[in-house]
Nanobody, 126 residues
Framework: QVQLQESGPGLVQPSQTISLTCTVS??????????WSWIRQAPGKGLEWMGV???????YYSPSLKIRTSIARDTAKNQVTLQLLSVTPEDTAVYYC??????????????????WGQGTQVTVSS
């Protein structure tokens, strides 16, 4: 059973960087042939796909977030990370990592993903 656990600071100041970690158990992020996505949900809004890193390390980003987003991996720790730069209160959301066997670009339908983390709340406020 693959399990994903997001972690990171719950409060970030405007103009700073959100840094989140998704710790994976039950599968190797490098050899398990999964794609590891970051998806968020702002209050009162739908899910928003942010980007993905493949098992080989290739990355793809949402065009609207590309200039502020970086997704990386630490294979030794079996973790996937997300950095979102220059945040504003509009970046306040619950941030999820999700795993899929298919490369889904821009997709947020829950059933398309094989596994989800429980999500972590990030609030951007001074």
């Amino acid at each position: 059973q693959v399990q994903l656990q997001e972690s990171g600071p719950g409060l970030v100041q405007p103009s700073q960087t959100i840094s989140l970690t998704c710790t994976v158990s039950g599968a190797s992020i490098a050899t398990g042939f999964y794609y590891w996505s970051w998806i968020r949900q702002a209050p009162g809004k739908g899910l928003e796909w942010m980007g993905v890193i493949s098992y080989s390390g290739s990355t793809y980003y949402s065009p609207s977030l590309k200039i502020r987003t970086s997704i990386a991996r630490d294979t030794a720790k079996n973790q996937v990370t997300l950095q979102l730069l220059s945040v504003t209160p509009e970046d306040t959301a619950v941030y999820y990592c999700a795993a899929s066997k298919t490369l889904w670009l821009g997709q947020t339908t829950r059933d398309l993903y094989d596994y989800w983390g429980q999500g972590t709340q990030v609030t951007v406020s001074s």
